[in-house]
């Protein structure tokens, strides 16, 4: 099997600064894309930031400019270091993952438990 576990939430001012961290663990043959998913009190859970195998990004447009996503193969671990945090960043962060075990069994997809980012105004 396969986890993946969050680390980095908490509680930070506007404008401050956290970094998320998911790292994977378990029978990894391969990982490919890589996201980041949040979701607020009463909201669904919106994509906030996705990397590919090759490390292409991409980033919902209410985050782009202040959040980076990036990976680390070796690690099986992907990162969002977020800055110029708003209040309205506050949620639980998902982090997701498109894992092959083995070379004959398909992609499944894998979630974390998610971690508590609260911003203050």
């Known amino acids: 099997q396969v986890q993946l576990v969050e680390s980095g939430g908490g509680l930070v001012q506007a404008g401050g600064s956290l970094r998320l961290s998911c790292a994977a663990s378990g029978s990894i043959f391969r990982i490919a894309t890589m996201r980041w998913y949040r979701q607020a009190p009463g909201k669904q859970r919106e994509l906030v930031a996705t990397i590919t195998g090759g490390g292409s990004t991409n980033y919902a447009d209410s985050v782009k400019g202040r959040f980076t996503i990036s990976r680390d193969n070796a690690k099986n671990t992907v990162y969002l270091q977020m800055n110029s945090l708003k209040p309205e960043d506050t949620a639980v962060y998902f982090c997701?993952?498109?894992?092959?075990?083995?070379?004959?069994?398909?992609?499944?997809?894998?979630w974390g438990q998610g971690t508590q980012v609260t911003v203050s105004s």
């Open positions: 997701n993952a498109g894992v092959k075990i083995t070379t004959l069994l398909p992609e499944n997809d894998y």
